[in-house]
Structure formats: C-alpha cells, structure tokens
C-alpha cells in the first residue's frame, strides 16, 4: 500500500514563501513518479508540478519561476518550494504518485492548505 502525508501549509502574505513536503511510504523512490496538484474552493483541481520519469520537471505556467518541485531519495521525500506567493495560490496542495508500468496518479495524499493573504 501506497501511502502520502503532506505538510508544511499554513497562511503567508503576499510575496511570501512556504515549503511543502510529501513523504511516501510503501514504495521506494525508483517505483513511482510524484507530482503537486492543487484545488481553491469552488474550482477543479489542477497541476502544479511534476517529475518525468526522466527525472525532468514540468511546471504550469501559473507556477513557472515561482515554485521548485524537488526530492530527497534517501527520505522518500518530495517537495514543493513556493516563492513569491500570490493570493491567487491559495488553495488545497496534494501530491501525488503514479507508479511504474501504469498510467495516472493513483496514489494521493490529503491535502495541506495554504492561504495566501494580500
């Protein structure tokens, strides 16, 4: 069983930084690829930042420049570093994992909720 616990949320003026972390459990590091997805009240959720399995990293635009997605094998850790922050940001941040020879994120964690104030 695959299992991801978020943390690191809370709520920061505008132009603030946070970090988000993901640790996993039940898979090792070369198992799976990891990705951010985040959700405002009243909207889908979409995608913030992802690893390819290259080991690449891809951003939304809305994020790109602003957020660095990275990883600790050795802890079974993800980040998520977020700078620059804008009120337009605020949202529920959850991470994901797809793992090897499948297609789609069908691991997730709950969630940790970051607020960004103006």
């Known amino acids: 069983q695959v299992q991801l616990v978020e943390s690191g949320g809370g709520l920061v003026q505008a132009g603030g930084s946070l970090r988000l972390s993901c640790i996993v459990s039940?898979?090792?590091?070369?198992?799976?690829?990891s990705a951010w997805f985040r959700q405002a009240p009243g909207k889908a959720r979409e995608f913030v930042a992802t690893?390819?399995?290259?080991?690449?990293?891809v951003y939304a635009d809305s994020v790109k420049g602003r957020f660095t997605i990275s990883r600790d094998n050795a802890k079974n850790t993800v980040y998520l570093q977020m700078n620059n922050l804008k009120p337009e940001d605020t949202a529920v941040y959850s991470c994901?994992?797809?793992?090897?020879?499948?297609?789609?994120?069908?691991?997730w964690g709950q969630g940790t909720q970051v607020t960004v104030s103006s």
């Open positions: 690893f390819l399995w290259s080991g690449s990293t």
């Open positions: 994901a994992a797809e793992l090897g020879g499948r297609t789609g994120y069908d691991y």
């Open positions: 039940g898979r090792t590091f070369n198992e799976y690829r």
